[in-house]
């Protein structure tokens, strides 16, 4: 049994890390943080959780007192109370992007802040960072447009037989997280898809950060809000580098299948299955399919996962899971919601 | 350990029945059956549940072995198998409405149906008949709108205090089910709203007769689909009989929570709280709040749920539980996905 | 031809009124105002209105020079202003509640605004006020929830045969206007039902104003919020008096055409036809139909409108159209947009 | 003034026309033909078009008598009746593939039928194909993906500055057709998004050919099912070639503008605004924007349309309007609908 704190609980994805971890076997809700709504119950925030004595408090660090605590706050904002938290001797995972790139200046160029802490944290990929993660005392748990892209595109990297990506994502307006704006307003996104950000999203370096581990390749990404409220469905269009453009389809499949086996949470689509959002709806799994190649030489590979689950919360679950030595799977072990 | 089976388990129901009940601690599912798939594997079908052994297998209800078998199989259909089901000495809870109908007469009148067999349901729905659940053999689930409707009826009724409903009702598209037909076709649903069966929809007797057990109250029902994948809305609009005007929202709240204290799966809104479809998505919670009176003396309950769970394979699975004897929560114990 | 002014044109209904206005040939748009926008092109406010030279501006009242002045304005802003448009010379359609109520306290209480000026305007619903609008200098073009429900029960209460009437509204969210809030917010509205002011809603006593002028009839009124960008479909659930118990629906339906007769905009539905949003989207046609009687003696009448054409912009034109002389359809003669 | 008729009117395209043809000031519709709804009126299949005597009549190509006839027919049965319409005298605007291909080897490959016709027609875009237009007998109507994707690239193929183009689209669910099929199951697509015919949409070769036209660039094209009604939103990732790297957006800009000058329909942006599908709906017009390049050396333009009207019947309608010499926005004269 751990116990937990949740820090900037009152947004989409600290509702969602409560509600996963009230029914996580091994774990113990010590306190949940908000300083909009200190004192306010958990229902009055987040409706849909009812029915426990859960209320918002608004706590320094110092005053936190548990195994592992999230930070859900926003950039700029974990960089300033996670060194307090490591200071109690708490492990963190932070769903920021505060901590996720390795070289700082890439961080406050493509974020606009000046970054002030020098603690290094262990980039929350399970799926190419499970070794690092178990020892880790701070987790930098990965963007949810990075962690579609990646997943679609980490097999063909590390077979370095591609030397471009072009990543077209379709995500729903939870990723916008829940203050209202115009973008997310019912009558301006209802019946229409949106681009934006069109070749300047943050998330762009931190796909090019993990993906260049691997290989020279060269990323591009365009996020489109799309109708829709959870889910990021990538689209990963890419080039064969010479001498790999013989490569069949059903031999990609064998090297996707390959890089993710014994993962839990990847399932590789075949026969002809495409991911969608409807499967995966609410749940931690990451569908990835397609692996077809076009006349032109164009290779297309698909991902689907939901931003809050796998691209957010889940994720963040399953990384304390490794940490504590849990069955990767605990509280997460459920498909998702179709329809 | 119980071994269950799903009969029809193709469909949104079947497949809602199946998601939950893999996770489900006290249950082994035996068998799932399908006509139609027989021999398919069900993420085939069910494109989220994935990585599981299940095969679609088209039994013969002599060929069926378990300890209870769910009916989700179409109208009329039911009411063919479930003698068999019996003589093997199964429980059956059936999801369709062959066994809902106290009185034969009206079910063949409502359905255009001829009714074969003589054995009689036990009325499904546990916050009214809990006791006759347990030693019943077979459970007749209510119809999805019944569900939302006498919910939020039944503590008025029981109160003899109105002696008329007006239920109108919001459904999601998902309670037309999985067969595509131009009123599902999205062009044809999305941002539209469309009342159906106004005045002629086979739910109101079923209404009807559970709210008639407990005092003379007249029942009106009309259905709105709207473009939801799932939940039902239903604003009840009541009247109070005369010595009953002066009756104040207080009241009213506390006539609710007293007719449903204890109930696991209810929860009584207050503070100015509305029922939404969001708070309950995906859990087998329903929500009943309002219990307000405006100047011409129309008294106004809403209530929420989700109508695959709640409305259907939530509320069978709380069924099986009462008869088994488990807490009435397992394998239900979770919130709902908001947003 | 005639000049013609948008006052508050930053706005749905004011955005609307200036894309109708364009292709209507007997009008000059001289201003569209707003102060928030000054100087701003209006393609930058309204991206599908583009390539006209029309730039919001920030003009007195007094530097106003049209024939036709349109105050999009919010309540309490437009009796500002109105007063002074009139001095110039101007006939004023104002799309706000300020002019809409006979009583002004009425206004004052649902309102919670000390009315300012005294003059009084015509109530601006053709199809009952038509004769005093054509001398109007002040239309109170009718509230959006008000106009659905009105049309669907002017002919009951015109005939005197019901004495109470539910009506049950479901409104798409431009209803809402163009600021983003918590509940207009895709997250929270998408996929769900949101009732709201259930007993409370403002628009309530402007319905019993209108109806109550034929008979004695009490209105009650409950809207909700659907994942619908524009339209609003009415559920009006009649109860008929003694001695009208026994009408037929096919008297109904002779009531309703006789009543509408000759009216530019009136759709009577029959032959088991049911309004839906999708049959008017964008036209300045309200459909009407149902007319069923249930068992219980309940009378369903529906309604179908689009809340920012029929309901808002396109009746205010319509207004203008009958004040000008101008034929009743001009520049609102096209249908809706289905899908 | 013209007469037309319209084979095929049941289905979108087909009702989108008769809709837009009403209200063309220069066009008398004759006839409108269905085999499957002979002899119904027609609002009793598009519930929106109402009040007018249009009734479905099946009659033979040689009964037709019309100047100018639409043939919103499927691919293989256009071919079947074209050839008599032709012989009647009438020009024809064809809305299937049916006669878009230059070598009919194509047409057969990727639409798996027998060409059984040797006439040519026109390819009907008349951004690129005017002058040719004027004088055709037969107007093969671009497909609507098509629509988009050349738009998003007609002037890099003419500049010769890029060597490929990927085109990754978005589409609203009405480019489905009028039949509901288990893709177009609201409970399917809500909420969803799915890629489909990945690398195979027979779209391709139809975008292939008209960018072949003026440089040597490889096309390939992906679309994705979207919760939309109406809309095509097209990506166009493209890679400038040796030698033109170092253009700037603002060039680009420039090259769009000078190859649509003076274009009725096209919407060239600037100044950041990004094209959506809100800002065309229901129109005639085609947004394009962006000009975007990133650090890769991608290229982002991205365009959209309404996929009924600048992709179906409203590009038809421009093409009779060419072909009748008559003005080009004839009856096409209007701003799409927002919100």
Redesign the interface.
Known sequence: MVSVAIVGASG?TG?ELT?LL??HPEVEIEDISSRQFEETPIHKV??????TDLVFKNKKPSELDADIIFTATPHGASMKIIPDLLEIGAKVIDLSGDYRFNDIEVYEKWYGLKHTSDIKGVYGLPEIHREEIKNANLIANPGCFVTGAILSGYPLSKAAIVD?M?F?S?T???GAG?????S?????????????K???HRH?PEIQQELGLFSDV???F?P?L??????I?T?N?SFLIEGSEDISSGELLDIYKKTYEGEPFI?ILEDG???????????N?AQIG?F???E?G?L?V?S?IDN?VKGASGQAIHNMNIICGFDEKTGL???????
């Open positions: 989409y509702g509600r009230l029914n987040h409706p849909h959780i009812r029915g471009r072009i077209d379709k729903g307006v939870s829940v203050n209202p704006s115009s997310t307003h019912y009558p301006n996104i209802g019946d229409n898809v949106n681009p934006y069109v070749t300047s762009t060269k990323v591009s365009t489109h799309v109708p829709v409220i959870r889910g469905l689209t269009h399932q299955e495409i991911p969608r959002l409807s499967s995966i709806r609410g749940s799994y397609c077809e190649i076009d032109t164009r297309v698909i689907a809050l072990n459920f498909f998702g919601m179709h329809p």
